[in-house]
């Protein structure tokens, strides 16, 4: 099954433990790993009757759900591409993503209808699907798979192939595709095996989304490669996840600052039986003090992490352990990773100073589809992933975050590229220069705030440019005020001073 990749794991699975339960849904719905494996099956034998062939691509838009998964390694089993999107995307997004990627099949949620038609209706190759019973004429899931026919066995394949393309927005203000292949996809479940310590009975409460690379490469396929259960759900609720920690014993939780801080504020915090938890991980920013003292009086501890979509997504973790003696860091290299700090010429830095962030391992991804040159500017001469962050190493290792070299919003968790909302703020009338910056929240960690010059008597509102916004990104994505100034700060060369504005708007909240 090695050669396979991720397209045998299912058959591998269900050879070992086929009665084990693998997913737990809904309001207690649960499936064997026996079961998953055949509903695998059933999609690849769909797949490969409509036509879906090796490195064809095949996208999938729905929540945490057992289509998800179904449809993930029923993908892998033929050879085919998966390409998830973002359930947040807006209409012309989501086109984006099915269009770059030139997926030729899209299986999405009923709900998503409105937003994945325009993408059906510019593409004449595209064939869509509708999970459960159908909608409008479209055919169901529920219904296709009945009648699926096994897909014969596809050989021939290297875990060098892609298994996945995972959109990330870009600093050009278009998403990009990194391409990840099955040995990324491996050796990220590996490495979180390794510096997690994930067990066959653990159970992994799944309240982030599963189109995020974090939660596929970091939960979902390390929890599978060791069999143990996986609880979806298809959205936070601070209470309902408290509840499900409690029913159903869960030992491993990850999720951003935000989702803890609102699990430590609601008001059953303090009466649930939390003494199950054993891996809490925290990825998006470093995990603020208040929330530390808040989990460490119930006798819980956090591993924290650092990484991107180019690196499967981990690059660094931070042992629970060492959470408070290097609090503030985002921990060593994973165990199958390496990680270097580099001054301007590439060389790199001496200890405690601040360069750019390199990652070289086999979870590295290959590039980015369809660009060419983005990829080769993605690498340094000798092969290292150049991740535009800054940072620095210690005299034992551990990495610290300095700043984002390309201006990155973490807000709750999710990625936000200023020029992507800046190029479309530019179309306003009037508005002669717009700088989007991070704001620190206490309840997001950043959001993003549109700093504007203009002329003209129209002057635009947080209101009117969010309207104008609004449907064509993702509703986080917008600005949660908009401030218009005489003046940006600019470089001689003209290039706007982000970091002057972030610091004269930090207290402003």
């Known amino acids: ?5 991720l397209g045998g794991w299912m058959a591998t699975r269900r050879a070992k433990t086929p009665a084990k339960i693998a997913l737990i849904f809904g309001e207690g719905s649960s499936m064997t790993y026996g079961q998953l494996a055949d509903g695998a099956d059933r999609v690849a034998g769909l797949l490969w009757s409509s036509g879906i062939h090796p490195g064809d691509r095949v996208a999938f838009m729905g929540e945490n759900s057992p289509e998800f998964v179904q449809v993930l390694f029923g993908a892998m089993q033929v ?11 807006a209409p012309p997004e989501v086109a984006h993503v099915i269009s770059d990627s030139g997926a030729r099949l899209l299986i999405h949620e009923p709900d998503f209808f409105a937003r994945v038609e325009p993408a059906i209706a510019a593409s004449a190759e595209l064939t869509a699907i509708v999970t459960g ?8 899931l529920n219904e296709l798979l009945v009648d699926a026919r096994p897909a014969p066995a596809v050989t021939g394949r290297s875990l060098s192939d892609p298994a996945a393309i995972i959109y990330t927005s870009g600093t050009t203000g278009r998403a990009k595709g990194a391409v990840l292949s099955h040995q990324n996809l491996t050796w990220v479940a590996l490495n979180t095996l390794v510096d997690y310590d994930i067990v066959s009975t653990d159970v992994a409460l799944m309240i982030s989304p599963l189109f995020h690379v974090a939660s596929l490469g970091m939960g979902l396929l390390p929890a599978v490669l060791k069999g143990a259960t996986l609880v979806l759900e298809r959205g936070f609720d601070a209470g309902r996840a408290l509840g499900l920690i409690q029913r159903y014993g869960v030992t491993m939780l990850s999720g951003v600052p935000t989702t803890y801080q609102l699990m430590a504020d609601h008001p059953d915090w303090a009466t649930t039986d939390v003494s199950t938890l054993a891996k809490l991980t925290c990825g998006g920013s470093a995990v603020p003090t208040r929330i530390l003292n808040a989990y460490e009086e119930r006798g819980l501890s956090f591993s924290q992490g650092y990484g991107m979509t180019e690196t499967s997504p981990g690059a660094t973790s931070l042992a629970p352990t060492m959470t408070r ?3 503030g860091s985002v921990g060593l290299a994973h165990f199958f990773t390496s990680v270097r700090v580099t001054d301007e010429t590439g060389t790199p830095a001496p200890v405690g100073t601040v360069g750019e962030i390199e990652i070289t391992g086999p979870n590295v991804f290959s590039g980015y589809h369809g660009l060419p040159d983005a990829t080769a500017a993605a690498f340094s001469p ?10 620095y190493l210690d005299s034992d290792g551990y990495l610290f975050i300095s700043d984002r070299l390309k201006d990155m919003i973490i807000s709750g968790g999710e990625n936000i590229y200023p020029a992507e909302v800046e190029n479309l703020i530019n179309d306003i009338e009037g508005v002669t220069g717009v700088a989007v910056i991070g704001v620190p929240d206490d309840q997001w960690g950043e959001v993003p705030w549109a700093v504007l010059t203009v002329v003209g008597d129209s002057v635009p509102t947080t209101e009117s440019v969010r309207a104008h916004l609004d449907g064509k990104l993702a509703r986080y994505k917008l600005p949660r005020n908009v401030l218009v100034v005489d003046e940006l700060p600019r470089t001689a060369t003209g290039k706007i001073r982000k970091a002057d504005l972030r610091s004269a708007l930090a207290p402003r909240k």
Not at 133 to 140: H, L, S, T
Request: aromatic fraction near 10%; charge should be negative; proline fraction near 5%.
């Open 133 to 140: 019973d159908g909608q409008d004429g479209r055919p169901g």
């Open 1 to 5: 099954m090695y050669d396979d990749g």
């Open 79 to 89: 050879g085919a591409v998966f390409v998830p999107i973002n359930t947040r995307l």
């Open 325 to 327: 003696a290097k609090q």
């Open 382 to 391: 000798d092969g290292w992933y150049r991740s535009g962050d800054l940072g």
